[in-house]
């Protein structure tokens, strides 16, 4: 039995790097250190203890993360530092030999934190890395974040069976696995009990969600609907031939799933999404959109895109380009290749050179942005109803539409956490925002 009292009035800080899931993560670790008798250092405190919880989706991801393991070091240089998260997994060796790192807990290990933390401070345990291999991994554990935002976001499934030849996600966090509906409604339902407005149903692919269970992610959409009359739902990445039109369907008519979609499409060259092993082609991308606006008009559309992978010559791109630009979307989230060890993807020789990457990048980056300003511009006048988030910036708060169209207004602390209908009068100073009247 774990000995909680050498925890007593201990500081902890967190980094939390990457998806949306790593956040959730997050705060299911900060739950078990907190009821072990931690607390979250403020500004200017000196931790106990260090958690960074790492990204490995590109190579930036990878630089980005021992950037920031060694600032939380430098910031805090007496304190126990421990890497988790998908870098931590992936390259624990690399991780040990940073400055200061004193643990390194894999994709299982890092929810045992308390168990590793008491046996490093109890015996001066020198071994700094403990992982399992990734095809022994079984075990959900669920996870819901919550900490300073207005929305949970509340993980539902984890890993990927895909292996598509550009990712190392798979790797970093194997076989898609899940939690029943029944015990992942019970999740849900402590976060609304907590005091969630809105949840975002988060995971690596969360299509495939309870399929060890013979249940399906169309099942527990339709039990979420049940529950938490006064509750919004938000499905966040979901892949396209995991989106069937029956999810569509229910989600256009439901009054508490909101009418915003992030479908990952990564190439609109049909040659390069046969590259990268994807499992649809184009065509059935253009007709998931198209199913959308002929339901939901006003609906947000975010479209994940990888741009300058192997393969993708000049004439693969500007297929791709001219495609998206076609299709009625929202917004891009775009990101530049990078080559990834063990990668199916590193076999073909074609290859782009890091400029041209870049190059590419920028254009699509711009092609997003008119997107995106044609949404909102087409949202000026409609009434909706915002959910107003916890943060101050100067004298203004923001806060989300159904459609994900970002709000601002002049602070109010009364506002926080609440749901209120307004019009959309136009942009804010820096056209970041719709104002509201």
Known sequence: MLDFSVFQNRKVAYCTLGCKLNFAETSSIGKQLRDAGFSRTVAGEQADVCVINTCTVTDVADHKSRQAINRMHRLHPQAVVIVVGCYAQLKPDEIAQLDGVDLVLGTNEKFNILEYLQNIKSTNNAEKIHTSKINSIDVFKPSCSADDRTRYFLKIQDGCDYYCTYCTIPFARGKSRSASVAATLQEAQRAIDAGAKEIVLTGVNIGDFGKQHNESFFQFLQALSDIGNNVRYRISSIEPNLLTDEIIEFVAKSKNIMPHFHIPLQSGSDRVLELMKRRYRRELFAQKIATIRSLMPNAFIGVDVITGVRGENIDCFEDSYNFINSLNIT????????????????????????????????????????????????????????????????????GFSENYVRCECPYNAALRNTIQQVTLAGWNSDKTALQVL
């Open 331 to 398: 917004q891009l989230h775009i990101f530049t290749y990078s080559e990834r060890a063990s990668t199916k993807m590193l076999e073909i020789t074609e290859i782009v050179p890091v400029e041209e990457r870049k190059r590419r990048s920028e254009i699509l980056h711009n092609l997003s942005a008119r997107k995106t300003e044609e949404f909102y511009q087409q949202n000026i006048g409609k009434t909706v109803n915002v959910l107003w988030e916890s943060r101050k910036k100067g004298e203004t708060m923001t």
